[in-house]
């Protein structure tokens, strides 16, 4: 069994000092559409805002915008390949171990291939496309939060493979058949003791989480009782795994009698079936939970801060979060219907939510470095090299507190839950400085592992400006992409005359430089005093607090 340490989670909060929300509600945003509305919608929906993605959807309208990111993209074509070394299944280094010796219990080889998958995982979130959905994804695991570091023997990494693909297959359609596939995975089925569950020993695990932490949640709309656990269980016995660790059900270990649930769900009765019959029950189990107001505003609540921000009052309460359950409930509980309200609405865009920013993630931090800076990343045709780039970004989100595949507390991380700190705790006296080491040891010496380097050149990034030889607007444009909360023009001016200009006061000098190094590159005069001046400029703006707001 998970940890079980939930606690203050989705109901609404009073926070003293907080910044209120916006009054704006669901209404089609209208207003001005440019870098700075551009660069929220994409750090809250993609890794970072890319130069050549700020352009492209400034040339789209802002519902233009949303409907682009909510296209789904294609299942990926690659699979995790072996970076762990001897398998003793017999797969080649660097070939798939997909499909491949799925039931040889090693714990060594269930850690190499679960190392594998994370890094690959990283592979796929650095690759978004214009598309939200890896980040949806990247939700639902924490929605559906497991730590498969736990289960080196029991649970084949295979299994944690299909179940990112049932997480991503279902990131942007229906909630109700994402909780019924995740309800029958087997990796979640052996988690939290699905396959155990039998008539004759019900096991409440799942039937709780189901209803606590899926479904239902604990706001102040929510009132099922222990009854309704030990109903759920009930139904929810016989769902099982075979030898092949395939999901089967078994109608001999299913409790077949009538299931009563309580007054919340309308004293709802699960009619008993046996045989096959017994197997339709969880399809009336959750038809009743998502009958039920306060499926619909849990889940919203946790899209909401998410992808907007962490507090929500009375007014957010009944303004954005119940008109958002509604339209959830009436659409069938379509994801999309009710990400491409909250995202193209007034609300989302108001200065006072979208200039309310909230703390990156350790994972939009690092794989939004790494997009925005386009750090150079070995290609397929370089597995060694590509893995070991990816391991190290994942290495470093360890450290930082969000490693993925490995979460701890079973509601999750707790920056997406724990009142009344919220994403606050990605924060503390270890991560803010590992943060800041690893972001000065990109721009400068690089992070290393077996010959490969990640480091950012600084160069490359200011091509990428508009009008580089230009102080003031290469300051500025690149503040646009790296920042969300602005900086003071006088702030702006320091930058470029204490760094750029080392101390001068005449534009000229800048100028000067950049164009002796774009007319002779290999100059390495030229070449070192732009380098330099780059290199501290941008290590000043990445060690600004500022820079871990989104």
């Known amino acids: 069994m998970r940890a079980h340490n939930i606690g203050t989670m989705e109901q609404p909060i009073k926070q003293p000092g907080a910044m209120p929300g916006s009054p704006a509600g669901l209404t089609p945003y209208s207003g001005d559409w440019g870098t700075p509305q551009v660069v929220h919608l994409l ?57 491949q010796g799925l039931l040889y219990q090693d714990d060594v080889l269930n850690s190499g291939r679960l190392n594998s998958l994370q890094c690959w995982w990283i592979g796929q979130l650095l690759n ?36 990112y693909l049932t997480l991503r297959q279902n990131a942007l359609g229906n909630f109700q058949q994402l909780v019924r596939a995740i309800t029958l995975d087997p990796a979640m089925l052996i988690y939290l003791n699905g396959n155990t569950n039998v008539n004759t ?21 929510s009132a099922y009782i222990q009854d309704d656990v030990h109903a759920a269980a009930r139904v929810l016995t016989g769902h099982t795994i075979d030898g092949n660790y395939n999901y089967v059900f078994q109608a001999g270990t299913h409790d077949d009698k009538n299931k009563n649930f309580s007054g919340f769900y309308g004293n709802h009765i699960v009619t008993g079936y046996s045989g096959p019959a017994g ?5 009336d189990m959750l038809a009743m939970i998502f009958g039920t107001d306060e499926s619909a505003k849990f889940i919203c609540r946790k899209l909401y801060r998410f992808f907007v921000y962490y507090i929500i009052d009375d007014s957010i309460e009944a303004n954005i979060i119940t008109p958002l359950a509604t339209l959830f409930r009436t659409s069938g509980y379509n994801i999309t219907s009710v990400m491409s309200t909250l995202l193209k609405s007034q609300h989302f865009f108001d200065l006072v939510n979208s200039g309310a920013c909230i703390i990156k993630s350790p994972l939009d931090l690092l794989i939004g470095l ?33 490693e993925i595949m490995a979460i701890t507390l079973v509601a999750g991380w707790p920056a997406y839950y724990q009142a009344p700190e919220y994403h606050e705790l990605w924060i503390n006296s270890v991560t803010y400085t590992e943060r800041n080491f690893y972001t000065d040891l990109l721009i400068t010496t690089g992070d290393m592992m077996n010959g490969t380097t990640l480091q950012i050149d600084p160069i490359a990034f200011a091509r990428l400006m508009p009008a580089p030889g230009d102080p003031n607007l290469l300051v500025s444009d690149s503040l646009d992409v790296l920042l969300r909360p602005p900086l003071s023009d006088s702030s702006k001016q320091l930058l470029k005359q204490s760094i750029l200009l080392g101390g001068l006061t005449t534009d000229f000098y800048w100028t ?27 290590k000043y703006i990445m060690d600004l607090p500022e820079y871990h707001l989104s």
């Open 128 to 163: 978004p496309g214009r598309s939200i959905h890896e980040k949806m994804t990247l939700f639902w695991h924490n929605h559906f939060a497991m730590d498969a570091t736990q289960h080196f023997s029991d649970i084949p990494a295979q299994l944690w493979y299909n179940q």
């Open 512 to 538: 000067n430089a950049w164009q002796a190094y774009i007319a002779n590159p290999s100059d390495m005069n030229a070449f070192t005093t732009v380098d330099t001046r780059l290199r501290s400029l941008y």
């Open 201 to 221: 020993a019900p096991n409440e695990n799942y039937g709780r989480e189901l209803q606590e932490l899926y479904t239902i949640g604990k706001g102040s709309g």
């Open 279 to 283: 197997a339709g029950e969880l399809d």
């Open 370 to 402: 790494a997009r925005e800076f386009q750090l150079k990343l070995p290609d397929a045709s370089s597995p060694a090299a590509q893995y070991d780039a990816w391991n190290m970004l994942l290495q470093r989100s360890i450290v930082l507190q969000q």
């Open 43 to 99: 750090k809250r929906t993609l890794f970072g805002a890319t130069v050549q993605d700020i352009a492209s959807f400034k040339a789209m309208t802002p519902s233009q915008a949303v409907d682009t990111l909510l296209q789904p993209t294609a299942t990926p074509a690659s699979k995790p390949l072996n970076n762990y070394g001897a398998d003793p299944t017999g797969v080649a280094a660097y070939a798939t171990w997909i499909d």
